[in-house]
């Protein structure tokens, strides 16, 4: 059975950091691309960055130079450090796993940034 369990969202000041957790079970983590995506209310889910098992990394736009996806194998573990946070990053942030058409998701962890 496959699980991707998320941790570490909460409230946070603006200009604050966080790191998010995802730790993966089921699946042979080291060939699998993990990623954050996240949703906020009213909008579509988008992409916030990705880590392929050859360790290269894609971010968002509006993610760039503030938010960093790291990846540890030996734990299963995937992370998404995010620092300078602004109100706009406000969202529901999704833990996800894809290994060509095999995507798994995890239940989200929400993330809310005062102003």
């Known amino acids: 059975q496959v699980q991707l369990v998320e941790s570490g969202g909460g409230l946070v000041q603006s200009g604050g950091s966080l790191r998010l957790s995802c730790a993966a079970s089921g699946i042979i983590f080291s060939i699998y691309t993990m990623g954050w995506y996240r949703q906020a209310p009213g909008k579509q889910r988008e992409l916030v960055a990705t880590a392929t098992s050859a360790g290269n990394t894609n971010y968002a736009d509006s993610v760039k130079g503030r938010f960093t996806i790291s990846r540890d194998s030996t734990k299963k573990t995937v992370y998404l450090q995010m620092n300078s946070l602004e109100p706009d990053d406000t969202a529901v942030y999704y833990c996800?796993?894809?290994?060509?058409?095999?995507?798994?998701w995890g239940k989200g962890t929400l993330v809310t940034v005062s102003s």
């Open positions: 996800n796993g894809a290994l060509g058409p095999l995507v798994y």
